[in-house]
C-alpha cells in the first residue's frame, strides 16, 4: 500500500489517468470534498522528498493509501457513483448562485424603491 500525500499544484501536468497518484487525487477530490480542480491536484508519495517540501510549505491538503486492490476496486466502480455524486454536486452549486444572485437583486430593488 502507498501512501500518498495531495496536494494543489495548478501549473503541473495531470497524472496519467488510471495511475495510482491519479487514483488517490480522484478519491481526495470526490470523497474528501476538496473544492479543487482535478487537473491541479498531485499525489506525491510520502517517502519521496518532495513531500518533505510539501510539508515545509505548508501545502499538504490530506493524506490518500491507494495499493492496487483499491486502485481497481475505483475503477470498476466507485468511480461511475463518483461522478454522480460530482453531477450532483454540481447542480447544487448552479442552485445556490441562482438563489444568491436572485437574493442581490431584490436587494438591489429594495434599496432603490
Not at 5 to 10: F, G, K
Not at 15 to 29: D, I, L, R
Not at 92 to 98: A, L, N
Request: aromatic letters at 8%; proline letters at 4%; one cysteine or more.
Amino acid at each position: 500500500m502507498t501512501i500518498y500525500t495531495i496536494i494543489e499544484a495548478p501549473h503541473t501536468l495531470p497524472h496519467e489517468s488510471g495511475s495510482p497518484q491519479a487514483v488517490a487525487c480522484e478519491v481526495a477530490s470526490t470523497w474528501l470534498g476538496i473544492d479543487i480542480p482535478l487537473e491541479h491536484l498531485r499525489a506525491i508519495e510520502n517517502d519521496s522528498k518532495y513531500k518533505t517540501f510539501a510539508a515545509l510549505n505548508e501545502s499538504e491538503l490530506c493524506t490518500v493509501f491507494v495499493d492496487q486492490e483499491r486502485a481497481d476496486v475505483w475503477g470498476r466502480g466507485l468511480q461511475s457513483v463518483a461522478g454522480s455524486i460530482q453531477e450532483h454536486q454540481y447542480a447544487v452549486w448552479e442552485i445556490e448562485r441562482g438563489l444568491a444572485t436572485a437574493t442581490d437583486q431584490l436587494a438591489n430593488i429594495a434599496r432603490t424603491a
